[in-house]
């Protein structure tokens, strides 16, 4: 098991605002990047020592990559996992192959979950109408019908009411293979971010508290109030499943909390996390420098919490008349701005953050929120 240090090249797959965070942290630690991604413009490329265009399923583009680097690592879990396999065989692929393969698909990883014996909504392949009707016997109504494959922020989802057409929801799907989960009544949403290390060796991050609209993280909360119990058993969840998996790096376990206390997993992301963002200004060691230490064999840092934190995004939706003004954001000292230099903001693309520094985290939930209505109304900097 070889240590890579500092002045070793890291492979990212994707160029997304995950693996530009990244590559931010492991180039300020001395390490170089290399990025995949279709545009050479993508937000990793523009911080990254070099760029390989091509799509992310493109194996000579990829495998080219392969060649120039020490390590490969993932910017978004939907790279083929043969890909993986073949680039395995040039430089070492981490998180693994076989983490990907079982995640990627969301039914695959629903069977995992269960095999495990982990809590999770109730659940049933639903990819025909044969299937759907079983699944909803089972799972009852309303439901959600999530595509198995390559779906995220809510993309390749469609609800079922209680008294809706359930097949014509189906169609909305195209005859991608889907499966159907209850819908569950949560109390709120939380997420353990972890790192695992070479060796097998664990750090987990405080929890944070997550709040979706239209389906996308609008807020999270850091540390989430929660009690020794209930963290205890997030934890918990959160260490079977990385040891499960035997994964290495940086993985998210999202987690609903119902009424009673109960949690159940609603999925788990192999990488760095957007509900994890609030790390590099809270933290001691940032989940991006975590998951380069973790993925070149060095020892994990320390993710203890130096200051309360709220992270809400950016969302494309704040672009309609042209880039935002930043004034009331940059105006406040314990805001910090980040933006993801994509060129092409569109209606529920993450295009930045804010990360707010407070220990008084309800004040700084409702400063966030203060925030995107001020973002909303004030003239475009454009303009
Ligand atoms: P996902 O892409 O599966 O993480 O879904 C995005 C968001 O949709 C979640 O964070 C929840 O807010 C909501 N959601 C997804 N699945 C369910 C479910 N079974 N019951 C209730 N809400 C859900």
Same mark, same amino acid.
Request: aromatic content about 4%; hydrophobic content about 40%; glycine content about 8%.
């Given at each position: 098991?070889?240590? &890579?240090?500092?002045?070793?090249?890291?492979?990212?797959?994707?160029?997304?605002? &995950?693996?530009?965070?990244?590559?931010?942290?492991?180039?300020?630690?001395?390490?170089?990047?290399?990025?995949?991604?279709?545009?050479?413009?993508?937000?990793?490329?523009?911080?990254?020592?070099?760029?390989?265009?091509?799509?992310?399923?493109?194996?000579?583009?990829?495998?080219?990559?392969?060649?120039?680097?020490?390590?490969?690592?993932?910017?978004?879990?939907?790279?083929?996992?043969?890909?993986?396999?073949?680039?395995?065989?040039?430089?070492?692929?981490?998180?693994?192959?076989?983490?990907?393969?079982?995640?990627?698909?969301?039914?695959?990883?629903?069977?995992?979950?269960?095999?495990?014996?982990?809590?999770?909504?109730?659940?049933?392949?639903?990819?025909?109408?044969?299937?759907?009707?079983?699944?909803?016997?089972?799972?009852?109504?309303?439901?959600?019908?999530?595509?198995?494959?390559?779906?995220?922020?809510?993309?390749?989802?469609?609800?079922?009411?209680?008294?809706?057409?359930?097949?014509?929801?189906?169609?909305?799907?195209?005859?991608?293979?889907?499966?159907?989960?209850?819908?569950?009544?949560?109390?709120?949403?939380?997420?353990?971010?972890?790192?695992?290390? &070479?060796?097998?060796?664990?750090?987990?991050?405080?929890?944070?508290?997550?709040?979706?609209?239209?389906?996308?993280?609008?807020?999270?909360?850091?540390?989430?109030?929660?009690?020794?119990?209930?963290?205890?058993?997030?934890?918990?969840?959160?260490?079977?499943?990385?040891?499960?998996?035997?994964?290495?790096?940086?993985?998210?376990?999202?987690?609903?909390?119902?009424?009673?206390?109960?949690?159940?997993?609603?999925?788990?992301?192999?990488?760095?996390?957007?509900?994890?963002?609030?790390?590099?200004?809270?933290?001691?060691?940032?989940?991006?420098?975590?998951?380069?230490?973790?993925?070149?064999?060095?020892? &994990?840092?320390?993710?203890?919490?130096?200051?309360?934190?709220?992270?809400?995004?950016?969302?494309?939706?704040?672009?309609?008349?042209?880039?935002?003004?930043?004034?009331?954001?940059?105006?406040?000292?314990?805001?910090?701005?980040?933006?993801?230099?994509?060129?092409?903001?569109?209606?529920?693309?993450?295009?930045?953050?804010?990360?707010?520094?407070?220990?008084?985290?309800?004040?700084?939930?409702?400063?966030?929120?203060?925030?995107?209505?001020?973002?909303?109304?004030?003239?475009?900097?454009?303009?």
């Amino acid at each position: 098991m070889k240590t &890579l240090w500092p002045g070793a090249t890291i492979g990212v797959l994707g160029g997304g605002q &995950l693996g530009r965070m990244m590559a931010l942290a492991a180039r300020r630690m001395g390490y170089r990047i290399i990025v995949l991604d279709p545009s050479p413009r993508c937000p990793t490329a523009q911080v990254s020592d070099g760029v390989v265009v091509g799509a992310l399923d493109d194996r000579d583009a990829a495998r080219h990559l392969a060649r120039q680097v020490d390590v490969i690592t993932l910017d978004t879990e939907h790279v083929p996992a043969d890909v993986l396999d073949e680039l395995d065989k040039i430089a070492p692929v981490r998180p693994g192959p076989t983490v990907l393969r079982t995640i990627q698909d969301r039914q695959v990883q629903k069977q995992f979950l269960d095999g495990l014996g982990l809590p999770q909504a109730m659940w049933a392949p639903s990819s025909d109408r044969i299937q759907l009707a079983d699944a909803l016997a089972k799972v009852g109504r309303p439901a959600i019908l999530k595509v198995r494959r390559a779906g995220y922020d809510g993309k390749g989802q469609v609800r079922i009411e209680a008294d809706g057409d359930p097949f014509s929801q189906l169609e909305k799907l195209r005859g991608e293979p889907a499966v159907a989960e209850e819908l569950v009544p949560f109390k709120r949403e939380i997420s353990v971010i972890l790192a695992r290390g &070479l060796a097998g060796d664990l750090q987990i991050y405080p929890i944070a508290e997550n709040v979706h609209r239209r389906h996308i993280l609008h807020t999270t909360r850091a540390p989430a109030p929660m009690t020794t119990e209930g963290k205890r058993s997030a934890e918990e969840i959160a260490v079977t499943v990385a040891e499960a998996l035997g994964h290495v790096g940086v993985i998210a376990v999202e987690m609903f909390e119902l009424p009673s206390g109960k949690l159940l997993v609603n999925e788990i992301a192999p990488r760095t996390h957007n509900s994890g963002h609030y790390t590099y200004g809270a933290c001691v060691t940032s989940q991006f420098e975590q998951h380069v230490r973790a993925i070149c064999g060095l020892p &994990l840092g320390d993710p203890r919490l130096m200051t309360g934190a709220v992270m809400v995004n950016l969302i494309g939706d704040l672009w309609r008349s042209g880039p935002p003004t930043w004034q009331p954001v940059l105006a406040r000292p314990e805001a910090r701005l980040h933006l993801y230099g994509k060129d092409a903001p569109a209606p529920g693309r993450k295009m930045g953050h804010v990360l707010l520094l407070d220990d008084d985290t309800d004040r700084a939930l409702a400063t966030a929120d203060q925030l995107i209505a001020d973002l909303s109304a004030t003239p475009s900097s454009s303009a």
